[in-house]
């Protein structure tokens, strides 16, 4: 296939953003252009809204290095729904440089199933991460002039927990000292540096129900703690109008289109292990009154990504999901059923029978939360009859509701049998649950999380842990939602263990409180908070003609 | 005065950008929204011109604490040409997030001499600073990866040259590790971090005649030395294309208004001691294309701004100023004359008299050019008549053309009789010549600054600087411009010497080469590229109200 997805983003139609709006019943008053095809949406302009629109959320089988196209279904279910006459939208997460500049990837789905103009998406965009990266600094600098100007507060500098961030991947921040040169330079400490999306700002914008609920959750954030250790906050500092500031037109959503004109709304993009990894909630509520249907993603696979929507993004905006996708693909399921990434080429239906499991318990997984969820099998252009046969008889003899894509090669035609499957699930209520209560202990929380979402045996609490447990309950921190981060690529917290394990316990290495986000993160293993950069960086192939035109960016 | 920049600036009547376009000629083509009343023009879109517009720099006298007001003069006195139905534009800097977060204090003018929306354009505005900390940053990561991942160009840490930036008062990051915690983490060394607007790149984009010359100075730029202590520069590195891309829109200019309606190009923002301290060389040629006088203005005194803009910045351009003007306040003078700043509401015609001498060493520069300047007296509430007599008197008896300004209060009426004179030497042919070539030795083109410029003895190398003499002239870098790096406050080297010292040398201490900006850096004492934050930062004064209004911004 001699198309990349820049050359089909380049070839694309696109229409100026205005008519997009205007189809979608924004008003030009209720916009804010960036060029001809980019706009800011003022939400408070927005039409009062007699229902909002239904959610579908697209959730994965555990993500391999195989890839499933999970933004670019997304895209083309969005598209396909537009193609059956629906009033539609979609909400995705913004991309973060850091990806872009090191490996080739975005967050701006692909093939015939884009958002447009993926040149801008990609690059600074609106602007929106990089005001959270001054936020967030703005915010680190205050904190060590604070120490340096004579420390009033009696902040700790060896237990102060906000970094600096920058949106690159670049593994010499990730542990740093700061403050040398002598007495004029600041006080010395270790300090480190984390990618922008792992930024709690992050997540607080994307959490945030209105510009006064984001100053108070900027407030509410714990930097660090004193030598007495009792948490010091933004609030404390009185730094959180100085935050809002710099943050006001970063949390108006971002208004473009799709390939075939869907409006397309991006705004956001937190981290999916220590943060919640969907798009902002101000987005999906946006989507959701201009639109009948809203399709939006959830970042790696349902057991991270959909069961944090559920419990963290949902539960906060007071809706869930009415229908859940969970894409998958041959190439990715053969891995679960043990085959090798260079042997991927190679036909082997067993294989997928056997990474079928995967598959299975993330089906379990939705079920759960009382939603039939409906399968994905995102075709690629290798799969044999008889790999694809394989999800499909498995689908039939399950019970499970599963459609072929081909939404890269064919955009919203190839998804239109996925949609009409979707529809089917929003026209049935739901008997949509939490699988824990807010108020459920800490330990009862993760255990649920352990055993219905991962499957696996129990829980264990290092050390670390139990006596953090012991300070979550003493500062009354203890009835917030649980963001676990795990490793994407195991249901269990082995990274290898791919497939479907069992009998597993989930160790629980260290608990942070978030409390601007408002939920508890939970470590397990190593969790990468600053990316590195590979041995050949995707930058090193980027240009610009003379007229201005990007090569190499996909 | 109940008045503050922020409460006339969001009372002030703001036409759409549109229209103020139009009324210059740009066509909508031409231009890319960013909301209503800011938009990135595409230079390449606007129509041939038969004649370019003249320049008219502002500058001033060496600045003190007391403030001189040159970018409220430069507004305003724009303004007045308008009012006097001249064709005008103003192209002015970008203000840093740095010193808004940090003083009270920005780039874009005050009272009802400012440019418009003032809020929006001290906080991030079209996020150009933005996108070259991304590029600079992109680049330092690529710098590290390289030692991390082989280190195949045998870059030697000690000896990168390259830092890191950010858009913020930091002195925390000034001097740091990096590539701490194992071999995972990239290569331990030492490192720091400036303010972004001191950043080559910045230099660099200001200085760029074109796209296609922006991609070729990025790719000159030294980053640090092999072992062998060869040269490392991006195109070693291959980077240069990657950083293109990502400032690709930041190079475009940006057009806003002044309260009164003028056109107004404000782009780009280098500091004015490491770097030449004055808006994009693009900005200002867009003005000339779109208007018959562009006022502009440079960093510091006329020692370090004038000088730079004559050598550096339209020595690169192809043209000189066609007029020039000193801005100079009674209350500095009162400095120069050696009044204290906590006595300078006592009236002291007197020190007023002693404080001339340092306009009259900038007036003489300025005349070696082969201009003549016009003063601008720019009037505060306090200033006595006897205190402006003095003044007023000086220049009658030296022959020195006056005018005395109200703009801050007035806006362009305050700066008609300033506009007058102006008008007279753009009438009159200058005999514009540079005071040093190109080709002169690094030797001569210092002497010829201190002893001409500065009105010192002679100049006295360090060391290190006669050692990097020898290298410069070795990888034939030493017929390029001389970039003086030297406190603002004082003709000579040392900050604390007022009016006009005499008698002075000044030492080199350091030599930097910036092949990208195509200047050298000659440093002179201690030269601060990340300032810290104050004791009582602007930044916990600054908030939001709920409907998203700025407060306490200035």
């Not at 696109?14 to 997009?20: A, K, R, T």
């Not at 953090?468 to 963001?483: A, F, M, T």
């Not at 479907?500 to 408002?518: D, H, M, V």
């Amino acid at each position: 296939m001699a198309f990349t997805d820049l050359s089909i983003a380049s070839e694309a139609t696109i229409q100026p953003i205005l008519e997009i709006a205007e189809q979608a019943g924004i008003s030009k008053k209720a916009l804010e252009l960036y060029g001809n095809y980019k706009a800011k949406i003022n939400v408070d302009q927005l039409p009062p809204v007699q229902k909002m629109g239904q959610v579908v959320l697209v959730t994965a089988i555990s993500p391999t290095p195989a890839g499933e196209g999970k933004s670019t279904v997304t895209v083309g279910l969005a598209d396909a729904f537009k193609q059956l006459n629906e009033s539609v939208a979609v909400a995705l997460r913004e991309p973060s440089l850091g990806p872009v500049m090191g490996v080739k990837g975005g967050a701006t789905g692909g093939g015939f199933a884009q958002v447009l103009p993926m040149e801008d998406i990609n690059l600074h965009f609106t602007g929106d991460i990089h005001a959270i990266t001054s936020a967030n600094n703005a915010l680190a600098a205050l904190i060590d002039n604070h120490l340096h100007q004579g420390n009033v507060l009696k902040i700790d500098p060896r237990r102060i927990t906000w970094k600096r961030a920058l949106d690159i991947n670049d593994r010499a921040l990730r542990q740093v000292t700061i403050g040398l040169g002598g007495p004029g330079q600041g006080v010395p400490r270790q300090d480190g540096f984390d990618i922008t999306v792992a930024s709690e700002i992050m997540a607080v914008l994307c959490l945030a129900g209105s510009l006064a609920d984001l100053k108070e959750r900027l407030a509410q954030m714990v930097i660090g703690y004193t030598y007495d250790r009792d948490p010091i906050t933004v609030r404390d500092l009185g730094a959180e109008g100085a935050l809002t500031l710099l943050l006001k037109e970063a949390f108006k959503p971002n208004l473009v289109q799709t390939i075939e004109g869907t409006p397309a709304i991006i705004h956001g993009g937190p981290f999916a292990n220590i943060a919640h990894g969907c798009n902002s909630l101000i987005a999906t509520n946006t989507a959701r009154r201009v639109a009948d249907i809203v399709v939006t993603e959830a970042g790696f696979g349902a057991d991270l990504g959909a069961e944090k929507f559920m419990h963290i993004k949902s539960r906060k905006g007071g809706f869930h999901p009415d229908a859940v996708v969970i894409v998958a693909t041959v190439r990715a399921l053969k891995m679960h059923g043990g085959v090798a990434k260079t042997l991927l080429a190679e036909e082997d239906a067993e294989a997928v029978k056997r990474g079928m499991v995967n598959l299975a318990k993330h089906v379990d997984t939705i079920r759960q939360f009382g939603i039939e969820p409906v399968v994905a099998l995102n075709r690629f252009s290798g799969d044999s009859e008889a790999e694809l046969a394989a999800v499909l008889d498995w689908a039939e003899a399950e019970g499970v509701a599963v459609a072929m894509t081909e939404v890269w090669e064919k955009g919203g035609a190839g998804g239109i049998a996925l949609a009409r499957l979707v529809k089917q699930e929003l026209e049935r209520p739901t008997d949509f649950h939490h699988l824990y209560q807010e108020d459920d202990s800490i330990e009862e929380k993760l255990r649920t999380i352990v055993q219905k979402v991962y499957g696996g045996a129990d829980i264990q609490l290092s050390d670390l842990a139990q006596k953090q447990l012991v300070e979550l309950k003493k500062y009354g921190w203890d009835s917030l939602p649980i963001c676990m981060a795990k490793t994407q690529y195991s249901l269990s917290d082995q990274p290898k263990l791919l497939g479907r394990p069992e009998g597993f316990t989930i160790t629980i290495r260290e608990i942070i409180p978030k409390l601007g986000a408002g939920f508890l993160v939970c470590l397990t293993g190593d969790i990468m908070t600053m990316p590195g950069l590979p041995k050949q960086p995707a930058a090193l192939n980027m240009d610009v003609t003379s007229d201005g035109k990007a090569v190499g960016l996909f």
